[in-house]
């Protein structure tokens, strides 16, 4: 396979990871981004949380997606049901962060411990719901195996960007930032001079 | 009077939707939509009308079904009422505003993890009356579609020269198409924040200062 060839799977992963970071180029999970970049640990934590969760339900909804909504599917092959697509993808993600919830809680208790806050607020994580949709985007003709590294890409960006910002914060603490700037106001300015900066990379990679 | 009580309690909730429990800028929800739209009038418009829509009538239906909603699987419950005014608005745009659709793409379908949208179902909706759910989803959203508008005329109008398509510059205006990309569209919601919070600050003190 030609990895290095554009759409090639290492583009892809290049790609979804610097020049369309889902955070800082899509704006997806920023909720998440300001309320729990003040620490590294939490920081962390919920990038590699959202990564698991983004991965398994872009996998999951890609098989639902060509096995059952598209047209040309192997189910109903006659039926356009896209349409569905919302309301499957949503329920699919809230599902399985359910699922995990209960496994982790039965048989991994320390993780679901050390994870356990953030799993819940994974459902409502527009980067995952925001990866699920744009995947399917027929402009980008993405195979289960570009699915999987675009949704691995995406999820580490935003672990990725997620740290740098704690990192950042960190520094901050100490600084003296007029009152009404502090918290949301310099969080925002600070992503977009990182936004500035993984601009940089524009025209290295392109997506698809 | 009773009627006079409920139609203050009303408007109050219209007020601290709009103005002092802001949604975007002090509650910080809904922040990802508030970024990826703004870049045109006209998208900004259609999704602010689109969010005042599912965040009223969700509310609304959540708000009547609170008594028969089981208390474990009310997030799914309220994903799916939400999700299915999201389809509705999707297939409208879809059906009689292709350019709409088109330019606002994926956003539309991510107003289903809107923060706004679930915050005032679960924060509100379920423990209060369907009129008041209604006005008060309503207002949190008008509240939503205000700060927009703000960023998106700042992005239009200085990052293209235009409003609504208009063009309003001189000829010799130049652009600052920094204002169109997405860094430009951080520091604009930055700059926002900082002016209003300020002025909310200054108000304050002002007010704590004449009470001594």
Known sequence: MEIFTPGGPLLIFLASLFTSNILLSKFLGMCSFIALSRNMKTSFGMGIAVTFVTFATALINYGIHHGILAKGSVIFPDADLTYLEFLIFILVIAGFVQFVEIILERFIPSLYFSFGIFLPLITVNCAILGVNLLMVDPNLNFDLFKTGVYALGSGLGYCLAICLMAGIRNKLQDADIPEPLQGLGSTVIITGIMALAFMGFTGMVELG | ?212
């Not at chain 2, 870049?39 to 028969?68: A, H, K, P, Q, Y």
């Not at chain 2, 509100?124 to 579609?145: C, K, T, V």
């Open chain 2, 1 to 212: 009077m009773a009627g006079m009580a409920n139609e203050d309690r009303l408007s109050g909730l219209m007020k601290s939707g709009i103005g002092e429990n802001n949604p975007v800028l002090v509650q910080i929800l809904g922040i990802c939509s508030a970024l990826a739209v703004t870049g045109l009038v006209s998208t900004t418009l259609v999704m602010g009308l689109s969010l005042m829509l599912v965040t009223s009538l969700s509310c609304l239906f959540i708000s009547l079904l609170r008594n028969t909603i089981p208390h474990r699987v009310r997030l799914m419950v309220q994903m799916l009422v939400i999700s299915v005014f999201v389809i509705l608005i999707h297939l409208y745009l879809k059906a009689f505003h292709y350019d709409i659709s088109r330019a606002l793409g994926a956003y539309v379908g991510l107003i289903i993890t809107n923060c706004i949208v679930l915050g005032r179902s679960e924060g509100y909706a379920l423990r209060h009356g369907p009129i008041a759910s209604f006005i008060d989803g309503l207002a949190n959203a008008f509240g939503y579609a205000l700060v927009l508008l703000c960023i998106s005329l700042v992005r239009e109008g200085f990052g293209g020269g235009t409003l609504l398509g208009w063009k309003w510059s001189p000829a010799g205006f130049r652009p600052a198409l920094i204002l169109k990309s997405a860094p430009g569209a951080f520091v604009t919601l930055g700059c926002l924040v900082w002016i209003v919070r300020g002025w909310a600050l200054r108000k304050s003190s002002a007010q704590g200062a004449t009470k001594a």
